[in-house]
């Protein structure tokens, strides 16, 4: 996990030290650096994505945030023209602290760091790895169908930085446990991902007391019902055309409601259930 990320010169940081704790919340009125704090964070992975942060270089544009130019990242008042993330993380039990110092170049949207880190491990990382999952603040609402995307789910489990796997994510996976998603055999092949097993004291606060297995699906619903009670969710896929849908009942008492389309429900169903199902599919902290 990160331990602290110290920001010099970047948007209204002239400089900040910010310690991190397993969980961790941001507050603070508007124009404060909250999204900053996260977009520091988000560079350092999209330009990793992009395979230029291993060459020392960040990349202030891409699928995870777009900053602009130097000029809209740089403290406005700097006293010297440079930009430094500081990373201090816990990897493979022992910390490990990393520094970059981006040049400043007013027009350029890729900055050349001045000094590279040692990160031949940084591929470990959780920052950097697969198991990372943000979710913007402006996500997926209500659809008749949503996308499917083998590449991203399959091969990478992400949801989408706007939740827009999500309904793919869980016709994938399902049926697996939380502890153990994406090791389960579906139709006799072995799925080619593994998730390190969490322990079993976050397993115990994972799992819902009244699920009705520790299945992932069955988990999503039993949390889903602590904000819309009885919630049950209904995943089709049609993979010719690589749609899916979702529609949702509500069980009252003994009964079950007719099936809705997810439009035909509340936002807050939509907006909330990529957040439980990243937080049920989450890998060892660590």
Known sequence: MIHSLKLQNFKPFKEQLLEFRPLTLLSGLNGMGKSSVL???LLLRQSYQQRVLQRGHLALNGDLVRIGTAQDALFEGAEEEFISFE?????HKEETMWKWRFAYDQKADVLRSESVPNTSEIHEFCLFG?????LQAERMGPRNVYEMADDMVRQHFQLGTAGEFTAHFLSLFGNCHINTVGLQKRNNQRLN???ERPSQDMLRQLRHPNAKSPELKDQVEAWMGEISPGTRIYITSN???DLISVQYSFAMGNDISNKYRATNVGFGISYT???IVALLALRTLG
């Open 273 to 275: 259930l990529p957040i």
């Open 239 to 241: 993979t010719d055309i």
């Open 87 to 91: 990373l201090s993380v816990k990897l």
């Open 130 to 134: 697969d198991y990372f999952h943000y």
């Open 39 to 41: 977009q520091s964070l």
């Open 193 to 195: 991902y593994t998730f």
